[in-house]
């Protein structure tokens, strides 16, 4: 199986702040990598897929890059309603795979 | 609008049997490959499995974790997608997600979700 291992578990930033999250795949999963987004009691959120294409409708501070079989996802300009957790997937072969999840909070 | 809607969830005992639904509706529901996610209390999402359309002949993947416990099946006709879950244990407890694949190539991750249904195993 494929390992997705996110960093940082957790991490605390104001409005208007620029944060990145980290995924590392255990092996190459090509760009097959998507980011979802989960607020408390509610469904997860499609935001990007294929490393840095974003799902319609999902504001421009977010974007997603690669390198190599490290993934970022960066969100500038931090709004109120981006403070929830964050998953990667690979999507690149079975079992699909989460990482364990970075929660975002307000500092 | 693209909309899911699961149920079937409840309290079950231990090597009981419990069956989800998930309705669809929004899109041409035939089309599409569908999955269920969990996620344990306070816990990270798990992928359980998958179903593919018709044209990929409704073949399904599992997590090793179900695999033989449980069942992904579908009807089209009804727009209608299913979990059969046997043989339950404590470790099931978990809100059920259905998640939409979306269309767009060989490789394509889930672009919609319901809003969940919570299953608790427990005596």
């Known amino acids: 199986d494929i390992q997705m291992t996110q960093s940082p578990s957790s991490l605390s930033a104001s409005v208007g702040d620029t944060v990145t999250i980290t995924c590392r795949a255990s092996q190459g999963i090509s760009s097959w990598l998507a980011w979802y987004q989960q607020k408390p009691e509610k469904a997860p959120k499609s935001l990007i897929y294929a490393a840095s294409s974003l799902h319609s409708g999902v504001p421009s501070r977010f974007s997603g890059s690669r390198s190599g079989t490290d993934f970022t996802l960066t969100i500038s300009s931090l709004q109120p309603e981006d403070f929830a957790t964050y998953y990667c997937q690979q999507y690149n072969s079975y079992p699909l795979t989460f990482g364990q999840g970075t929660r975002l909070e307000i500092k | 609008e693209v909309q899911l809607v699961e149920s079937g969830g409840g309290l079950v005992q231990p090597g009981g049997s419990l069956r989800l639904s998930c309705a669809a509706s929004g899109f041409t529901f035939s089309d599409h490959y569908m999955d269920w996610v969990r996620q344990a209390p306070g816990k990270g999402l798990e992928w359980v499995g998958r179903?593919?359309?018709?044209?990929?002949?409704?073949?399904?993947e599992y997590a090793a974790s179900v695999k033989g416990r449980f069942t992904i099946s579908r009807d089209d006709s009804k727009n209608s997608l299913y979990l059969q879950m046997n043989s339950l244990k404590t470790e099931d407890t978990a809100v059920y997600y259905c998640a939409r694949r979306g269309l767009g190539g060989n490789y394509f991750p889930f672009d919609y979700w319901g809003q969940g249904t919570l299953v608790t195993v427990s005596s």
């Open positions: 179903t593919r359309n018709k044209a990929n002949s409704y073949t399904t």
